[in-house]
């Protein structure tokens, strides 16, 4: 709805039963008494799986889901049950034009390393004092980029004039464009990591403690690709031992559960651990969502 023409557009396309902030405990009654045949979802608002749970006895045919990832919606289960599943995963063209979850993740660097949010919260407090808050500039750091799609190049191009160096790992990828290193290298030379790769087999769980040992001591981690590929565990502890110097991120492990019990949030609320939690708005800005969307 915040989006002009979108609610319209949809309409155009059938009959349509709109509920943008559905619970997984009414989804599955919609879905049978409307005889739903097309879902058109949008993740970042579903903090629950379309699994076997929801979707067996309906008369789904079609998953479209606005986004690249995929990890909200039982694969598998679909392909055993011939639900198609678009998404804007192939949309090269679209896609190559929506910088927003890079550019997010410039702000979490910017938010950690000048500590903003919580200078901030001082400051409406009614404290003056810039004491607490002295950061780090930008200038002559090293700049670590893990997976070297379509969201690492671009987070690499907006360092452009930054005057940093930056390297690249990604076993996937030719890189000729870049400084293509180990990820053993990066991650001991970089002062901030970002994370810019899908969830696998192979990625899930890769930020342990073995991972964070490698990187280089008071380093920053940004990660705006999928909570299941970070221990949050290791990341808390290494954070109260000093090794990580912060964690900014646009995702959590338990997305699609109970967010209030998740321990992440709950360390983040003591402003002295450097931890910046944002709902999953990697992509949710007016132009990139009017792009997608429409």
Not at 203 to 225: C, R, Y
Not at 287 to 293: L, S
Request: one cysteine or more; charged letters at 25%; glycine letters at 8%.
């Amino acid at each position: 709805e915040h989006l002009d023409g979108a609610v319209d557009l949809i309409n155009k396309c059938g009959e349509v039963t709109y509920k943008p902030n559905i619970k997984v405990s009414e989804l599955k009654n919609v879905l049978i008494e409307n005889e739903i045949t097309h879902i058109f979802t949008n993740p970042n608002k579903q903090n629950f799986h379309l699994n076997h749970s929801v979707l067996t006895g309906t008369n789904v045919e079609v998953i479209n889901t606005c986004s690249t990832g995929l990890n909200h919606i039982d694969l598998e289960y679909c392909k055993i049950m011939d639900i198609e599943v678009w998404s804007l995963k192939k949309d090269y063209e679209l896609i190559n034009d929506l910088p927003s979850t890079s550019e997010l993740a410039f702000g979490l660097m910017m938010s950690l390393l000048r500590f903003i949010p919580t200078s901030f919260h001082s400051v409406k407090d009614g404290n003056w004092d810039y004491e607490p808050y002295v950061g780090h500039q930008i200038k002559g750091k090293t700049i670590g980029v893990i997976g070297y799609g379509r969201l690492g190049k671009i987070m690499c191009r907006l360092f452009d004039g930054w005057e940093v160096d930056i390297l690249v790992t990604d076993p996937y990828a030719r890189i000729t464009d870049a400084n293509g290193v180990s990820l053993d290298e990066l991650l001991d030379k970089s002062d901030i990591v970002f994370l810019h790769t899908h969830v696998t087999e192979e990625t899930k769980d890769m930020v342990d403690d073995e991972f964070i040992q490698k990187m280089k001591d008071g380093s920053f981690l940004i990660n705006t690709a999928r909570g299941e590929l970070v221990d949050e565990d290791a990341i808390i502890k290494s954070i109260e031992s000093g090794h990580l110097k912060g964690y900014g991120t646009d995702v959590i492990r338990d997305e699609f559960g109970d967010i209030e019990n998740s321990k992440l949030v709950e360390f983040s609320i003591n402003p002295n651990n450097n931890v910046v939690i944002t709902p999953h708005i990697g992509g949710m800005t007016i132009e990139g969502q009017t792009k997608a969307y429409l």
